[in-house]
């Protein structure tokens, strides 16, 4: 009998690392149909493809069979060709007779993948949102009738409305189109009235090759404000000389400062009068714009100041807003008024109940009460119009194409396009385009908003939407990859023959929680999935934005869209705010996962990636998992978003999944905590072996997520037989007990008392091994229960994201001397009542001791309190890592020495 080949041994991570890197980077290059709508927080659909292959594949496929490099740096494999007749003859390697289900299909990729390579799919997805882009996603359309409809209706609105968005160029008096208005918020100062219009920055556009960067003068009197830089992209230096006009010249008084050449004003075009949700008036009244609004009760008000268009030439150019520019919104709005009535916009309030809403508190604070408050009449206008047209194709007939699927597709690229076209939407002065209302998973009210012209061409227009809709809706009838050649430094695109995304091989999508599926038992024979991430974002409250819209026209048809906002009392995460804590996601998720157990075949698979920076989700994940019978067969570490993600680049956040795999496998024999270690300890030095040898260029922070994924599978089979001192052993300990066992195996064991406290010995082990990135310490840190937000809220790591080090015992003295200020003397006897942060830790003591020492103060006070035989091995330890013997002089220091 064929040995079984475990589905994680056929991946080839290195390879899928760098897969995943390029795709989420350019998403919608090497993915388009991942850009048919926005969601949140995509894994790579590489990823998927690959684990995909894995377990469809018989026993004798191998990362090599999946994918290879070749020596002239091209590739070969399934991966690139699932039909390949040379590693695939026949199609005999490939079970495509298979059912995957997704209990948490989000945005559709696992779905997507497996239904690309021949399986029949099941999704359950709670928010409509996301089971809406997983539908078109795989919906099939008739190419041809839905590209002549678009542009039909573009075409005629543009006929209708284009007027609106029309401007004057100075230079020659003809008429252009507009393509973006920048705005600006004004307010009124709360100590002296002063009308002030709010400028972070005075900066229009940056300087680039093909076209000039611009500034904005800050002189009001000024008769042309606009500042074209030819030449240069910053500031002037200090002494330089401009002329203004014939006669006048002004001296630059300091670096960076620039003039304007048309009143001679000079300014720092990075200095505004705003920022941080402050902003200050002529007079030198600073105030808060929150502050401000709620005062007077209002919303923003914003002015627009100028606009980009495209003169006769084809040149982009920035423009002062004129009187002829504010006729045409005047005009527009009049519009509006006429025909609001009968268009399909949102009337939604927001949520104010911020216990369960608390993405849109920014919102409130702001005096945002609906959701139309945050669209301009004009952009109300344009986006009903569209809607509504598209609404309309639903009463034609089309030969070889539905009305209503036409009609959706369109009604899916406007929605798409509504991304960035709101109050919400900032100006990129280095592309000169809208942003993304979702730069970061959050709402963010602007102060100086951009309102794009959504009939022009560019990033945020709806032609650009449809582009998406349309690109998406080809790759899923001629898929394709692209890897690059690490050689020529070349893109390789690879058509994939045979294979194909259609909704033929859709089983089922339900819009409901899984935590009660329809399906029969033991029905399905793959679950691949991406679970929610304990308390990370709260989708719903996001979803709303796009939400509102698409109710709007869908729900007539769709029951999913019938309630007035994105259905949020079953979204399993953790939020404390609306009494969802740790119990209600652990017990959530284990509902799922029981359902899970319940269809899955008795030999089928279940793989899930899992990402998130907050290592106390990772236990919690476990416990449901193992909760619901699941055996936790192995964990594997992969790349997951691009490293300069805002949501990664910013701020220290894990740039890696984790995949774990599970099965129905269960052992009922009783064993301790005890035996496991014994049985684990040299088993686990075998499988390091065969991990390295298995995986080239391995890092020992990776090796340990791997052991720690096969340490859980003995913990996951006997469980809950598994026992410490005649008790359960939980996950927790389970998972102290595992991570010490790998701390020896992997030579980084810090062998102290098990009394030291967790952040102290984990300390202690980061300092053994030296400065590491951060992705490495928080693999590191997995098991404790821990993340380097834990070490950082102590003062036990500084540097940069690609350097983390350890904090010294002088560097950390008076966050010590703070907690030792509220406790008295530090004792942790006396700390009872107080915050976990301000909890004495023993690395606390043992480097104040060091501290005390090594400044000649006397130690004698502190010694007779703390000292004790597991501080002393703690200190030992220290001094053995650092060389510095003074941490284990001051412990060796008797009282009658003082």
Not at 25 to 40: A, G, L
Not at 167 to 195: K, S, V
Not at 252 to 266: A, F, K, L, R
Request: negative net charge; glycine residues 6%; contains cysteine.
């Amino acid at each position: 009998m064929t040995e079984k080949t475990e589905t994680w041994d056929k991946l080839p991570l290195n390879l899928m690392d760098e897969l995943a890197e390029k795709e989420t980077y350019r998403r919608d290059v090497y993915r388009p149909i991942y850009s048919i709508h926005k969601w949140w927080a995509r894994r790579p659909g590489s990823t998927f493809r690959c684990l995909g292959i894995a377990a469809m594949t018989d026993n004798t496929i191998t990362k090599n069979d999946i994918l290879t490099r070749r020596s002239s740096g091209s590739h070969d494999g399934l991966y690139i060709d699932s039909y390949d007749p040379q590693i695939n003859p026949n199609d005999e390697h490939i079970d495509r007779d298979v059912t995957v289900l997704d209990p948490f299909a989000g945005g559709g990729t696992s779905l997507v993948e497996s239904n690309r390579l021949g399986a029949d799919v099941i999704g359950y997805e709670l928010n409509p949102v996301a089971w809406w882009t997983e539908k078109k996603s795989m919906d099939d359309v008739n190419l041809d009738v839905l590209e002549r409809e678009f542009d039909r209706i573009l075409e005629e609105t543009r006929e209708e409305l284009g007027d609106y968005y029309t401007t004057i160029d100075p230079e020659t008096g003809e008429e252009c189109e507009a393509l973006y208005y920048l705005q600006a918020q004004r307010i009124p100062c709360l100590t002296c009235d002063e009308e002030v219009q709010l400028f972070p920055r005075y900066q229009l556009a940056k300087t680039k090759k093909t076209r000039p960067g611009a500034l904005y003068c800050p002189n009001q009197n000024c008769n042309d404000r606009i500042i074209e830089l030819e030449n240069r992209s910053k500031g002037l230096e200090e002494g330089t000389e401009v002329s203004i006009g014939d006669r006048e010249t002004v001296t630059i008084s300091e670096d960076g400062n620039d003039v304007c050449p048309n009143c001679g004003h000079e300014f720092d075009p990075n200095d505004g009068n705003a920022g941080y949700g402050k902003y200050t008036c002529s007079n030198g009244h600073k105030h808060d714009i929150k502050e401000t609004l709620q005062r007077l009760d209002e919303k923003p008000s914003f002015e627009r100041f100028a606009l980009q268009y495209e003169n006769p030439q084809g040149d982009k150019k920035i423009k002062e807003f004129e009187e002829d520019d504010s006729q045409r919104v005047s005009e527009a709005r009049d519009k509006f008024e006429t025909i609001e009535e009968s268009l399909p916009i949102p009337n939604q309030k927001i949520p104010q109940n911020l216990e369960e809403h608390r993405s849109t508190e920014a919102l409130l604070l702001y005096n945002y009460k609906q959701f139309t408050d945050l669209f301009s009449d004009r952009q109300l206008l344009t986006l009903g119009t569209l809607m509504s047209k598209a609404l309309d194709v639903c009463e034609m007939e089309f030969e070889n194409a539905d009305a209503e699927n036409i009609s959706e597709f369109i009604i899916t690229s406007i929605s798409g396009a509504i991304e960035r076209n709101s109050n919400l939407t900032k100006w990129d002065t280095t592309g000169q385009r809208a942003n993304s209302v979702f730069t970061r998973h959050a709402y963010i009210p602007r102060v100086q908003p951009v309102e794009p012209n959504p009939l022009a061409e560019h990033l945020a227009s709806v032609s650009n939407a449809f582009g998406k809709v349309k690109r998406a809706k080809e790759y899923c009838n001629r898929p394709f990859e692209k890897i690059k050649n690490p050689q020529t430094g070349e893109v390789e695109q690879f058509y994939v023959g045979d294979e194909s995304i259609s909704e033929k091989r859709v089983a089922s999508l339900n819009c409901a929680t899984s935590e009660q599926m329809v399906e029969n038992d033991e029905s399905v024979d793959y679950i691949i999935t991406d679970p929610p991430y304990y308390d990370n974002v709260q989708y719903s409250s996001l979803s709303d934005y796009f939400y509102v819209w698409l109710s709007e026209c869908l729900r007539e048809k769709y029951d999913e869209f019938r309630p007035d906002l994105v259905p949020k009392a079953r979204e399993i995460v953790a939020n404390k705010s609306s009494n969802k804590g740790e119990q209600f996601f652990i017990e959530s998720l284990a509902n799922v996962f029981s359902e899970c157990h319940r269809v899955l075949k008795p030999d089928g698979e279940m793989v899930f990636t899992y990402h998130h920076n907050e290592n106390e989700a990772w236990s919690v994940i476990l416990e449901a998992l193992i909760n619901s019978g699941f055996t936790i067969t192995g964990a594997y570490p992969v790349q997951s978003e691009m490293p300069n993600n805002p949501h990664i680049s910013d701020l220290d956040n894990a740039e890696y999944d984790i995949l774990v795999y599970a099965n129905k496998e269960q052992a009922d024999e009783e064993i301790t905590l005890t035996e496991l270690r014994q049985n684990l300890f040299f088993e686990l030095q075998d499988m390091a072996a065969e991990e390295r040898e298995r995986h080239e260029d391995l890092s020992k922070a990776d090796l340990g997520v791997i052991l720690r994924g096969k340490c859980m599978y003995y913990y996951s089979r006997h469980y809950p037989n598994v026992y410490s001192e005649g008790e359960q052993a939980g996950i927790d300990e389970a998972l102290n007990t595992v991570d010490s066992i790998i701390e020896q195996v992997l030579e980084g064991s810090v062998n102290l008392p098990a009394s030291i406290d967790s952040l102290s010995e984990a300390y202690a082990a980061f300092v053994q091994r030296g400065p590491e990135g951060f992705d490495d310490l928080n693999k590191q840190l997995l098991a404790k229960n821990l993340n380097v937000s834990d070490l950082a809220d102590e003062k036990l790591v500084k540097g940069p994201r690609d350097r983390k080090e350890p904090v010294s015992a002088d560097e950390r003295v008076h966050h010590i001397e703070r907690k030792l200020s509220k406790s008295g003397d530090g004792s942790q006897q006396t700390l009872g009542g107080e915050e976990v942060d301000d909890i004495l830790l023993d690395i606390d003591k043992v480097q104040y001791l060091y501290h005390l020492y090594v400044t000649d103060q006397n130690t004698s006070e502190y010694l007779s309190e703390w000292k004790s035989d597991d501080l002393e091995e703690l200190a030992e330890f220290l001094a053995d890592a650092t060389g510095d013997d003074r941490y284990e002089s001051v412990m060796e220091m008797s009282l009658s020495q003082f």
